[in-house]
């Protein structure tokens, strides 16, 4: 069987934080603000898995009002999601990224943030699609308030 799953997430640029998004520390005069390490890749993804799996969302299985949460790795938390679904017979066969935002420019940290996001995971890097667009200046993307992304996820199994 196989199962596709959606996931969405945005975060607001603040400065005072190290912005990490699948994993890499990318350099960026502003971090994204949020109650875990606000790692917009992972928790777009964590979602994906989730979704394909009909095993609800990563707000669900990390409330972001329990103190447990709090600067969390968010990569774990994506780790933690795809043992859940691993658990009911699936597992990621693929997975695909986008990010969109106007800076920091993420083309050089791609293969990395693949590269982690895989390894974590457990999975081949082949496995691991991720992508940077801009928003062409149109809306909070375009003003640089904050990033989104997009990341589908497709599970095999029983
Ligand atoms: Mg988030």
Redesign the pocket.
């Known amino acids: 069987m196989t199962r596709v799953g959606i996931g969405y ?1 945005s ?1 607001r640029f603040v400065a005072g934080r190290p912005l990490v998004l699948g994993g890499v520390t990318i350099p960026s005069g502003r971090g994204l603000a ?1 109650h875990s390490d ?1 790692d ?1 890749v992972a ?1 777009a993804l964590t979602d994906a898995i989730l979704g394909a799996a009909g095993a609800g969302n990563i707000g669900q299985l990390f409330p972001d009002a329990d103190p447990q949460w709090k600067d969390a790795d968010s990569m774990e938390l994506l780790r933690t999601a795809h043992e859940l679904v691993r658990g009911r017979g699936l597992t990621l066969s693929q997975a695909d990224c986008s990010v969109i935002t106007e800076e920091p420019r993420l083309s050089a940290h791609l293969g990395t943030m693949a590269a982690a996001l895989a390894s974590r995971l457990g999975v081949a890097q082949s496995a691991i699609s991720v992508k940077a667009k801009t928003n062409e200046g149109m809306g909070f993307i375009g003003r640089g308030e904050g990033l989104a992304v997009i990341a589908v996820a497709v599970l095999e199994g029983r």
């Open positions: 997430d975060h949020g606000a917009a928790h």
